[in-house]
């Protein structure tokens, strides 16, 4: 079947809108109508090398069109949302840690199915796809099943999409790995989506002091609205003097969203005894350093992926969270109709928007 889709067709250049051809789904995969998907900084990260041509997306909501004959956890007509694939049979997947797969990178940054085949063509010629399990910067998507998340069909389709990954990842990280303690402290680097939703999660959490720390002060401005209790503009002054004026113990938690090596050190540093810091971002920095003795009093650095969340549970109860009105990330969100992709990636590069989210 063809479908339009927002097509990378050198490295570095802007999103084409072109025709491509998908296959039928495979025994173990889904063909999902795509409603709406978020772009996330991943995406933007990607375009900058990934193979071409190239379909990235991974935020992707919709409805199940028909599914492979293996399929059991949706059928036709199902609303899901779409997260990353895992392999469902090393020991990390089987004990509930599918974000940590043996298998994860081969099977959501590879471009193509485990068999080296690709569901997308254009031209002719394969197209690296299949990124997170979906690539849905497109119209219709041939996901793996355990991509996919059935979610109540009276939720909002078009937002459910961000949750599958920069919501999720937020969240996850303070939820499901850092899990802080009611009256403890924590410090978000980068107030972007995936911050922000560090930031209502600690705040769910019970966390006394919230600290936000960006270089836009309008970002910082509306994290104060998620729960922040204070931000920190770290394109003026010592930033490090002003986090611990503000917990001169040192703080129980941080979070890094940047992927900077210069801020990962700074979120290390601010740190008290025993204290953790969660790696999120990825960034422009490919190595990270601090000080030795930096860490030697109990500090730790966990790396994060996707939240560690088992997305067929976690999705939903977030989703859930926003519907009570507890995960408030609609505010944040921009929509852009889908042939608009190109000025919707300048928005969320400029800083202008803090979710721009696709739709059809």
């Given at each position: ?167 999720q990842t937020g969240a996850g990280g303070v939820l499901n790995v850092l899990q802080p303690r009611p ?34 002060p309008a970002k910082l401005e509306a994290a104060r609205g998620y729960g922040a209790t204070h931000t ?85 109860r977030l989703l859930e969270l926003n519907a009570e009105g507890r995960f408030p990330v609609e505010k ?29």
């Amino acid at each position: 079947m063809r479908a339009t889709a927002a097509l990378l067709k050198q490295s570095g250049e802007p999103f084409s809108l072109t025709e491509v051809d998908l296959e039928e789904p495979r025994p173990d995969e889904v063909l999902v109508r795509v409603a709406a998907v978020g772009i996330c900084g991943t995406d933007l990260e990607f375009a900058t090398f990934f193979p071409t041509p190239a379909l990235l997306g991974h935020e992707g909501s919709g409805v199940v069109e028909r599914v492979g004959s293996h399929v059991t956890s949706v059928k036709p007509g199902d609303h899901v949302a779409m997260s990353f694939t895992s392999c469902g049979t090393c020991a990390l997947c089987r004990t509930g840690s599918p974000a940590y797969c043996r298998d994860f990178d081969a099977l959501n940054f590879s471009g193509h199915r485990p068999d080296g085949s690709s569901a997308v063509s254009y031209e002719g010629r394969p197209v690296n796809a299949h990124f997170l399990g979906q690539s849905s910067f497109a119209s219709h998507v041939v996901a793996n099943e355990r991509a996919v998340v059935r979610i109540d069909p009276a939720l909002d389709l078009l937002r459910a999409g961000p949750f599958g990954c920069g919501f999720q990842t937020g969240a996850g990280g303070v939820l499901n790995v850092l899990q802080p303690r009611p009256g403890s402290s924590l410090a978000v680097f980068g107030a972007g989506a995936v911050g922000v939703a560090a930031v209502i999660a600690a705040a769910l959490s019970g966390c006394r002091t919230i600290v936000a720390v960006d270089v836009n002060p309008a970002k910082l401005e509306a994290a104060r609205g998620y729960g922040a209790t204070h931000t920190v503009d770290s394109s003026t002054g010592d930033t490090a003097d002003r986090l611990a004026a503000l917990v001169p113990d040192g703080f129980d938690f941080v979070i890094d969203t940047t992927g900077r090596e210069d801020v990962l050190r700074t979120a290390v540093e601010a740190l008290g005894p025993l204290g953790r810091a969660g790696v999120i971002g990825i960034g422009p920095s490919e190595s990270m350093s601090f000080e030795w003795r930096s860490i030697l009093n109990g500090r730790s650095v966990t790396g994060i992926i996707a939240g560690a969340s088992l997305p067929q549970l976690f999705l939903p109860r977030l989703l859930e969270l926003n519907a009570e009105g507890r995960f408030p990330v609609e505010k944040m969100i921009t929509y852009f109709p889908f042939e608009q992709i190109n000025e919707a990636v300048a928005a969320v590069r400029s800083g202008a928007v803090g979710k721009a989210v696709l739709t059809f």
